[in-house]
């Protein structure tokens, strides 16, 4: 008889794991069901800021697979608007309930995927009934937000609470869309991702298109009009709004984990080993934004929900269900955005992380452009290294600029993962002609400068 194997949460990690297994593994060996209690399955969540805005003109562009591609061409049962509601260890069932219809299904398995992602921190205002405020997590949630900005009367103004990048990507978004936009942060500055320093610059920039960035200010509350959102409270008084959009951070998805038994790490996600299993739970996976990894440069577990490791993740899984052997090394923190045209990258530990986490460091900022300062297109960029100290291994980096300056972090994130110090970076053979790069490219000016300071501290 096939074994059973049910995946719950139809996105990134979850059908990644399933299709991935059903490639290794034939329908008469492995019957595969997925739930999913939205109403789509594979899409791209890091697309919808611009779908919002009409960069990406159809939502449909946003889905790489839907749930008849995936019953065709793979075999797979996906059960949309089917939300899990319990895990029995002992039974080897899920409970679920049909969203739609109502009623509670029992299904058996054999094998497990838990791939529920993370939920968007919620304050308690938002959730007081007051229509024209959005969480932003999933495409059913992207959708709620375009039919409110779409619907009469149009929403005219709106207040972004938290300069995560999704707040930050969202913010940009409704500008584009012709909102007046105020984005408003508890802490020092939005982009708590990289230090305060380098987040100021990517404040600055927001404040060049428009955005009225209010840092160091507090939503505690709602206002209403019939029902619909009038404004945001703040101490600084209150701040019209005829939408709200929460850029709060996420936390991982772990209801159903925690309440069937599955051991939780410190940083609140699902704990794994390098191959994805749950330890201790035979026959348990979970990947994505649900569970916890290791930090390669902290050596400490993290919670990073990123796409780009959920996908990775979520193939793993359904490598070793399927029979091979894939581990996951970890992460690095590398991640890149951007707002209207300033990007920011990241990788490794901030200023702050790296205190934490015990290491002596210097910090270095250097100013470069992103091609020969007399080409036309050359544009500033500002290349943050935080570098231990004595030995000058890489710590972190952080990127502002223009003009392609994000994903120069890419060079930063292989130096970093591969343990380089700043000496050694000062070497490296990075390409160059007046339209890319200056002659000294700004990865190689800010690990001179890291080297200098790295002297000068006496190491
Ligand atoms: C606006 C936005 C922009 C982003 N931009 C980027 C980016 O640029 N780069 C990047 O790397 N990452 C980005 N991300 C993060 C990325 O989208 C996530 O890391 C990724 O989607 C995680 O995949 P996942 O499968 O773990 O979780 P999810 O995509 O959250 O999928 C989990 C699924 O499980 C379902 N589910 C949950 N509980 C249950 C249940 N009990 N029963 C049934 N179904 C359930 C949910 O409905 C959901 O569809 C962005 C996210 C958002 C919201």
């Keep these: 008889m096939a074994q059973r194997l049910i995946v719950i949460g139809g996105d990134a990690a979850g059908m990644a794991a399933a299709s991935q297994a059903r490639r290794r593994r034939g329908r008469d060996d492995l019957e595969i069901v997925a739930f999913e209690r939205g109403h789509f399955t594979s899409y791209s969540a890091c697309g919808i800021p611009y779908w919002i805005s009409g960069v990406v003109k159809e939502r449909d562009q946003l889905i790489a697979r839907d749930p008849a ?16 509601t319990g ?11 049909d969203l739609d219809r109502g009623g509670q299904l029992r299904e058996r398995f054999d094998t497990l995927v838990y791939a529920t992602g ?31 900005l779409d619907a009469e009367p ?75 959102v009038s404004a945001v409270v703040t101490a600084d008084g209150p701040m019209p709004a005829d939408v709200v959009v929460l850029g709060l951070g996420v936390r991982p998805n772990t209801t159903l984990a925690g309440a069937a038994g599955l051991p939780l790490g410190p940083s609140g996600g699902v704990r794994v080993d390098r191959r994805m299993r749950v330890p201790g739970v035979p026959d348990v996976w979970a990947a994505g934004d649900c569970v916890e990894t290791l930090h390669r ?3 400490l577990p993290v919670h990073i929900p990123l796409g780009t490791h959920a996908n990775k993740q979520g193939r793993i899984v359904g ?17 890149v955005t951007k707002v209207c045209d300033v990007q920011v990258g990241r990788t490794g530990l901030r200023e702050r992380d790296a205190s934490a986490s015990g290491f002596e460091f210097v910090s270095v900022i250097a100013e470069s452009t992103n091609r020969a300062g007399y080409h036309p297109g050359a544009e500033p960029m500002t290349i943050k290294l935080i570098a231990e100290r ?25 130096a970093l993962w591969n343990g380089m110090t700043v000496d050694e ?16 490219d700004p990865v190689l000016v800010a690990a001179r400068k890291a080297v200098d300071v790295l002297a000068e501290s006496g190491r």
């Design 69 to 84: 591609t995936f019953r065709d061409e793979f075999d797979i049962d996906v059960r949309l608007r089917t939300e899990v």
């Design 87 to 97: 895990i029995d260890l002992g039974r080897r069932e899920v409970v679920a309930r």
């Design 118 to 148: 993370a939920l968007p921190v919620r304050p308690d205002w938002a959730d007081d009934g007051v229509a024209g405020v959005f969480g932003m997590q999933t495409l059913d949630d992207g959708a709620a937000l375009r039919e409110w």
């Design 154 to 228: 149009r929403p005219r103004r709106a207040v972004v609470v938290g300069g995560g990048y999704i707040g930050v990507e969202l913010a940009e978004a409704l500008i584009r869309r012709g909102l007046t936009v105020t984005l408003v942060e508890q802490g020092e500055q939005p982009m708590s991702t990289v230090d305060p320093d380098m987040g100021a610059l990517a404040a600055d920039a927001m404040r060049t298109v428009g955005i009225d960035v209010r840092t160091g200010v507090e939503v505690t509350g709602v206002e209403e009009r019939d029902g619909r």
């Design 297 to 299: 440069v902290s050596g």
């Design 319 to 335: 490598i070793n269900i399927g029979g091979g052997y894939a581990t996951f090394p970890g992460v690095v923190g590398t991640a």
């Design 390 to 414: 004595p030995t000058g291994r890489l710590l972190g980096a952080q990127i502002v600029g223009r003009c392609e300056a994000a994903k120069r972090i890419d060079v930063l994130a292989v």
């Design 425 to 440: 970076m000062t070497a490296l053979d990075l390409g160059y002609a007046p339209p890319y790069a200056p002659v000294w």
